[in-house]
């Protein structure tokens, strides 16, 4: 049996490179010839480890929702949903303000509408639990989630048009006046 030659790349530096590349320019954007000149890898062996563009797409999401974008799981664990919502848009103006600007998941690639969607009524369970704890009297959850979410997607398209941090905390500030109780919403 013929041994193959060792792989002589790291994978998660690819995937690493990937997920900037695809934060910065879109799914649509990057080529495997873009990641291969950004990384030194060349294309086969892109290919062999990851399969398709698709797939590497994929893994860049999903490293990207467990790094830079990855707000939304640590803020759900919070006591309150009012936390929860800070939590979440500050999160959010602090990760679509590094570099690259913007966020990798407000773009139409492969399964993003479904990530997103997800994230939606993962968040609005979690207003269903506040309603039950008399927390949140009167709200539909789904549309304040949605509310949340179109928050944070707004934040993001702010900061790819130019917007600082601070200014994207004040935008964040700016829809917590919204926030229910506060007598709107």
């Known amino acids: 049996m013929a041994v193959g030659r060792p792989r002589e790349f790291d994978p998660d530096q690819v995937e690493d490179a990937a997920m900037k590349l695809f934060w910065a320019h879109g799914f649509d954007g990057v080529s495997i010839s873009d990641v291969a000149a950004a990384t030194g890898v060349n294309r086969r ?3 062999a480890e990851f399969g398709s563009k698709e797939k590497l797409y994929e893994r860049a999401v999903q490293r990207y929702l467990a790094g ?3 707000y939304l799981v640590p803020a759900l664990t919070l006591p309150t949903a009012r936390e929860v919502v800070e939590a979440m848009v500050h999160g959010a103006a602090d990760a679509v303000s590094s570099d690259p600007h913007g966020c990798l998941t407000v773009d139409d690639g492969p399964g993003l509408a479904d ?3 997800a994230a939606v009524h993962r968040l609005a369970e979690r207003f269903d639990a506040a309603v039950a704890d008399g927390e949140l009297p009167g709200v539909d959850t789904l549309v304040l989630a949605r509310w949340i979410a179109a928050i944070c ?3 993001a398209v702010q900061a ?3 917007a600082d941090r601070a200014e994207l905390h004040g935008v ?3 829809a917590l006046a919204g926030w229910p109780g506060a007598g709107r919403v």
Do not use: F
Request: no cysteine.
């Open 153 to 155: 997607q707004g934040i």
């Open 68 to 70: 830079p974008g990855g």
């Open 160 to 162: 790819r048009s130019g």
């Open 115 to 117: 990530i997103r969607e």
């Open 45 to 47: 062996g892109i290919y």
């Open 172 to 174: 964040a500030d700016a």
